[in-house]
């Protein structure tokens, strides 16, 4: 474990912020930096800096330099020697995934969860606190005050996770919390002397399923809950859209045959009158319900029969967004995955029933639930710090 240097801290923030000049010295020697520690995180092999001078087609003196930046900001270590092929054996680097954390709050009606992860995408604390009567954004820098109480000079970057409408570091409308244009990130940054990010949760989702993503594929995630939302990531990166909205597909209206019933929103027809957990499995679904309990809701003839109705709505909306966006993969995630193989292949049936022309099959998946929650804000977190350097792939 390495000791807390506040020093070093404030210099690797110093080094990774973007100057918005890319093609400046400084945004140069940004950019090596991260094609760097990337190459030292991300490859299987050992990395030596004959290999991120060979990699990078940098001299041998440059990658020597990056290496030594790297070293004095903590980021990568010298561990041991790595086979040599001939000549002197080499110095392997490794991440050294420990030296600085990353903060994640998962802020809900009536629950915080809060979270530090180390740089591999290790969970190493994490914490609950329940919250009678309403959500204050006050209780909501407490629990992240008392979290990293001590830890101050290794906290490199936090990211806030609520439901609702996010942009710019701002919870711009969230019903569910009842705030609206709260300025949360600029709060908790002067708070805790890092940079801060706030995603919503179908986004936080979407990114944790692009977690291990180093290609630049493009995937659907939807996300079926008490709401129905969706986000598409290329690669680990989110598409937000012009006023943080993209991917609101909840309240479209599909539905138009006389059985379509009256939504929350006053509207009737909407894909989440059909297709949000609520509508299928009754009012006794909440988002709170473990998978166990929302399996057993789904065992029921009559659920069944709403889920078959919910998967021809859901179909529907699945067939125009993947022809206006061409995904590699379309991911079914929130509390889907307690549905089971029934949901998932009566959807895939209904979405190859009927083609359309021009368009490509896409495959269809439900979200993977052995991935730990807070990898997709550990990875939002640490985009405006490291960019996506990082791979973050470790299991919770
Ligand atoms: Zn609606």
Redesign the pocket.
Known sequence: MSTADPQRKSDLLRRFARSGQSESQTGIRREHLLRALGLIAREPAPVTRAVIARRTGLTSATASSLVAELIALGLVVETGRAESTGGKRATRLELESDAYLIVVAVVRTRAIDTALVDLAGRTVESRRLDVTGGMEVSTVVDAIRELTDGLESRVLAACVQVPGVTAAGVVVDSVQLGWRDVPLARILESEIGAPTSVVNDVDAEALTEAVDADDRAIRLVVHLGEGVGAAITTGGSLMTGATGRAGEI??V?VIYEGARSR??????G????ATSMSAMLGDTYTDELDEHDTTLLASTAEARERMGFGARALARALRISSALIDPEEIVIAGAAPALGPHFLGTLRDEYEMYPAKGTTQVAIRYGRPELSRYLGPAKFALAPVLGDALPLTQAR
């Open positions: 909840g309240h209206r939504c929350r929103c006053g509207v009737s909407c894909l989440e009158s």
